[in-house]
């Protein structure tokens, strides 16, 4: 059998290899191939010689690397990317160089300097073997073993700051069974612990604060009831607001006749004059909707009296009912219609009587028109009006033949 330095030099090329492939992270790799062969120390009695010594090693090697990747599995860590340093990332946050200079100060030696030519010195294992008189072999068992001892120590300080934090679920018996059975395995070794939980049996010492607290929660109690009303009268302004938008808003769809019906919908027929000077006729609507308001607007052009007969609707219109102003007889009295140009600032007299608007509306009369006489039945119906007669006679006798 080769001497295990000639096996280490030998071999430990083609084992990192065999490692860096599987794991493709050169620190797992070495950290496995620094276990594999010591691992092989203790056990190269076992060897056999019935397979190549290369493999013997690579299947020691590849059962420590699944080994290592199932702790790390059971204690969450994160996997490592391909180049971090692991352990020695350590030192270059704050808290956790702390926590690891603490644990390197007591290491025992050789350890502890090892650890330290290596990770701060960087220092090849060659270098590092000849300063103690050793062999590079041995600064590589010694550096691994070292990392080994802080990582343990570094994981059991972690559980106990983990185990800190569970104590008082644990106390109060609401953690879970899993917790529970790790805080009690931690209890057994950790005297700080221990008391930590002894401290927490300890009864508090109670200030006589019964009627501050009892004070303070009328306070806040009176608090919560203003603040209540102030939301109930805060969203019943808001619910009346929005009624009264909404009401508002059905108004003006619904009675703000602002809208002028189509001309090219409008129908006059049947125009006629009773015998007063009045003037009807059939008013029409085709587009089976109902009207409500008819609009009069005065003008005056050219030293004329213009009215404009303009049938309006709101946004909103119903359907037409049997009795509709869209489909009515129709009366125009000059006198009535005279007095309400005046009140309108119009002092000339009418002339013309236009049905809807702009250049498109539709002539009903104007002055020395000759109109169809009223038939009998319109006379008994519609009546003599004695006023209109006598407008009509002081203003457009002779212009017209009244019948």
């Known amino acids: 059998m080769p001497d295990f330095e000639e096996i280490y030099q030998t071999y430990f090329a083609d084992v990192y290899r065999y490692i860096l492939a599987l794991s493709r992270d050169a620190h797992t790799a070495e950290e496995v191939t620094q276990e594999t062969f010591f691992r092989a120390l203790a056990s190269i009695d076992q060897f056999r010689g019935d397979c190549q010594l290369r493999v013997w090693l690579c299947q020691i090697a590849r059962n420590q690397y699944l080994s290592l990747c199932r702790e790390r599995k059971h204690r969450g860590e994160l996997e490592q990317e391909p180049g971090d340093d692991g352990l020695e990332c350590g030192f270059a946050d704050r808290d956790a160089a702390k926590r690891l200079h603490r644990l390197l100060h007591d290491l025992p030696e050789p350890y502890k300097e090892v650890f330290s030519l290596r990770t701060f010195g960087e220092l090849p294992f060659a270098q590092i073997g000849e300063l103690f008189g050793k062999t590079e072999s041995w600064a590589r068992v010694t550096y691994f073993r070292a990392r080994q001892k802080l990582r343990r120590d570094l994981m059991d300080q972690l559980d106990h700051d983990i185990v800190q934090d569970l104590l008082p679920l644990y106390h109060d018996g609401v953690c879970s069974d899993k917790s529970r059975a790790a805080v009690e395995e931690h209890l057994q070794t950790c005297q700080d612990c221990r008391k930590a939980l002894e401290e927490m049996d300890t009864q508090l010492p109670t200030e006589k604060v019964a009627v501050d607290d009892a004070a303070a929660v009328k306070k806040i109690s009176r608090e919560w009831e203003r603040g209540k009303w102030k939301a109930r009268m805060k969203g019943a302004g808001i619910a009346v607001l929005v009624c009264l938008l909404l009401f508002g808003g059905w108004i003006a769809a619904t009675e703000w006749f602002v809208f002028p019906v189509e001309l090219e919908n409008i129908q006059i027929t049947n125009v006629r004059q009773l015998s007063d000077g009045r003037i009807l006729y059939h008013f029409y609507i ?39 102003l869209a489909d009515s007889e129709q009366e125009v009295d000059l006198e009535v219609c005279g007095a309400w140009a005046r009140a309108s600032g119009v002092d000339e007299e009418l002339t013309h009587i236009w049905i809807g608007q702009g250049e498109d509306a539709i002539l009903l009369w104007e002055k020395g028109m000759d109109l169809p006489a009223a038939s009998a039945a319109d006379e008994a119906q519609w009546g003599f009006r004695e006023a209109s007669a006598a407008y009509w006679k002081a203003h457009y006798s002779g212009t017209e033949t009244v019948p």
């Open 286 to 324: 085709d587009d089976e909707l109902g009207l409500r308001t008819l609009g009069f607007d005065y003008v005056e052009v050219n030293g004329e009296g213009h009215m404009y007969c303009v049938p309006k609707r709101a946004l909103y219109t119903e359907k037409r009912e049997t009795t509709s």
